[in-house]
């Protein structure tokens, strides 16, 4: 397995635990990992959020499940896919990356949560800097 398999399986990884722990904060006896990070993100420091409407348990429901889904098929992709056709699978990745980055950083932003563009950005490093040397690698 290469390093950019490596590095694209790891960001893979991560994304799937974070789309798990999104979904489960849909129970609240479970949310409270997600309520403190809402808390950072929608500042100040103020415990006023608490994610107990039905309709932000459902959209964390519902976000957490397709983050999971997406980082198994990028985990997927990268394996076998990657190898045969790496152009191809490069750029499936990298467009689903920057059109997830584009309008989660824009969503954040518009919901006052300005601050999750900060992760958002390591998320989108954690993608687009393995393909980057994976490419580079291949060219050199």
Do not use: Y
Request: charged share 15%; hydrophobic share 60%.
């Amino acid at each position: 397995m290469t390093s950019e398999q490596k590095g694209l399986r790891f960001a893979a990884g991560v994304t799937m635990i974070t789309g798990a722990a999104l979904a489960l904060a849909a129970l609240p006896a479970l949310n409270l990992p997600m309520r403190l990070l809402a808390d950072i993100l929608i500042w100040p420091l103020d415990q006023a959020q608490t994610l107990g409407l039905p309709e932000t348990r459902l959209a964390f429901a519902i976000g957490g499940g397709v983050m999971l889904g997406w980082g198994l098929m990028i985990w997927q992709l990268a394996g076998e896919p990657l190898e045969r056709a790496p152009d191809a699978v490069r750029g499936i990745i990298r467009s689903s990356v920057l059109a997830w980055f584009v309008v989660d950083s824009t969503g954040s932003v518009a919901s006052g949560a300005a601050l999750n563009v900060v992760p958002n950005l390591v998320f989108l490093a954690l993608f687009l800097v393995p393909m980057r040397r994976g490419r580079a690698a291949v060219v050199a």
